[in-house]
């Protein structure tokens, strides 16, 4: 089978469930399927037409160092062939300078040292993109606050030129690692994402959800058939690494209500049968552990959910174990927004 790389030129063209031009466009997909090398030759080009620079997203200081390297390693054997980038440290730990063949093209930024690039927010105001490669991490491990800050570093970078607030596109890609990313998690995409979901509008945002099959066919034939496990089918088949297969399916027999969620004003049961965990919009008045999850519905009869807490971490169990079943999307909803929080999401 030919090699078919990831095309993102749908993607790009969309527009948001307002019928408006998105200020993100996410990508996620099976591993190898080339989402990363089309948004790189996507920045590059667009630099080269119409000198448009752009930020680079990475989470930590320590990050910054080389990424020229990482950006262009493979662009130079492609579609760049005889030219180079280089690197300059401007803001230790926080900020380099990139150049295209000795020309400024654009930026690295520390997502994690957001304060520092709002302090020099003057040097962006000629950058139009921003990309932020594996939004959701394989490791599990974010900045701490991880979307205030990205939101802190957008709005520095889209002041300038006359404007308090210009347009600057925001370019993410990502494998499918888990459903429970802050990302998702902040513009609540986690419950909307279903197994046949191929594109999701938001409001200023759209994202793909892409397979790639010859990707998927070369990774089985090669270390696949050695190893099969999670890790391989995350690879090649869009399976969530971190995440089991969640059901909307109501259970049969005996079951007790383990606590009552209160979420947007609103309440739900997450309950124990013998062998699932289901969440409903029935509950039993008298269950003594009543949790909410978010101010809005904080009052004098509930909890408010601390990230410390053990039933909240005995649930995540539950979950990664693959044991939940749900009433209906809006259930699915409350849980990933319960999950979000315990996960860092806020």
């Known amino acids: ?70 950006f262009f390693g493979d662009l130079k054997d492609i579609d760049f062939k005889g030219h180079g ?23 690295t930024v520390a997502i994690n040292n957001a304060d520092s690039v709002k302090r020099n927010s003057t040097l962006f105001t000629d950058c139009d993109y921003m ?61 909307r994402i279903q197994n046949d979901t191929k594109f999701l509008r938001g409001d200023r945002w759209v994202l793909e959800v892409t397979w790639n099959e010859s990707a998927s066919k070369q990774i089985k034939e090669g270390i696949g058939s050695v190893f099969q496990n999670q890790m391989v089918n995350y690879a090649t088949e869009n399976v969530y690494l971190n995440d089991s297969n969640t059901f909307i399916e109501k259970p049969s027999g005996p079951g007790y209500n383990v ?21 409903t919009h029935k509950f039993d008045p008298k269950c003594r552990d009543k949790f909410s999850i978010d101010l809005d519905s904080h009052n004098p009869g509930t909890i408010l959910l601390r990230k410390s807490d053990l039933i909240g971490k005995t649930l995540l169990r539950c979950y990664e174990q693959g044991v939940f079943r749900f009433q209906d999307l809006k259930c699915k909803e409350m849980l990933y927004q319960f999950f979000g929080f315990l996960t860092g999401g806020k």
């Open 1 to 70: 089978m030919a090699s078919i790389y990831y095309d993102g030129n749908r993607l790009i063209n969309m527009l948001d469930i307002n019928k408006q031009k998105p200020l993100i466009y996410m990508v996620s997909g099976n591993r190898s399927a080339g989402k990363t090398y089309w948004c790189k030759r996507f920045l590059l080009r667009k630099f080269i037409k119409n000198g448009s620079k752009f930020i680079i997203l990475v989470r930590f200081g320590y990050q910054l160092a080389g990424m020229a390297d990482t």
């Open 85 to 107: 980038m280089t690197e300059k440290c401007l803001v230790p730990n926080s900020i380099y300078a990139l150049y295209y063949d000795g020309v400024p093209c654009g930026y």
């Open 131 to 191: 990309f932020l490669d594996e939004f959701q991490s394989e490791t599990g491990k974010y900045c701490p606050g991880e979307v205030n800050k990205f939101i802190s570093i957008y709005i520095s970078v889209a002041r300038g030129k006359g404007e308090q607030a210009r347009y600057v596109a925001v370019l993410m890609c990502s494998n499918t690692v888990s459903l429970l990313n802050p990302y998702y998690y902040a513009m609540k995409i986690s419950h």
């Open 259 to 279: 606590c009552v969620v209160e979420y947007e004003h609103e309440q739900y049961g997450i309950w124990a049968y013998r062998d699932i965990m289901y969440v």
